[in-house]
């Protein structure tokens, strides 16, 4: 009965400092959570900007120095499907496994984990400037755009249909 007892307290203590562990620990704003826990996210990163609603954009995003974040949602309370980063005016930062100052960014605004599988992600494909990436737990897609670079994360399970979509669109006129 003591012994029970023991180990009902043991697990008892773990369950309590795993919890309190959970409760404390940031949380990382990716696709497939709701959008106010990522906006909560974002007002912890500094080098993030204050997020607005767009009904046009589908989303929420904003502007701080030359750093663009955006989350595409299913609707204005909903999930995040994608979320994206652009960075303008630095020539030397690209969004590519390779380059460690994009990677770098990565884990200052997301955390190792994003960086490392972006980092160890397969090269997927590449469809007009768009690179496809497939990581273990997420997919991405970067662009050099106009000025800048742009980084996008997605579902793995989105993937292929984003491929396909833009291969579509090389060849149909789509609603971007």
Known sequence: MYKS????QTISAVVSALAIVLAVAPANALPGQNINTVIKWAKT????????YSSEAHGYGGTKGNLYFYADVTSENGTVTKEGITVSGNSSLKFTTKNSQAVKLLKNI???NIAN???QSR???KVGRDQFYRGK??????????????FQIISVTDLQGLIN???????????L
């Not at 979509?165 to 609603?175: G, L, M, V």
């Open 45 to 52: 990163k500094s080098q993030l900007p204050t997020l607005t």
């Open 110 to 112: 997301y955390n190792s």
């Open 137 to 150: 737990n997420f997919a991405y897609i970067t662009a050099q755009v106009q000025g800048g670079s742009a």
């Open 123 to 125: 090269y997927v494909t």
């Open 5 to 8: 007892y023991k180990i009902n």
């Open 117 to 119: 599988d972006f980092q």
């Open 165 to 175: 979509n833009a291969k579509y669109c090389q060849t149909h006129e789509c609603d």
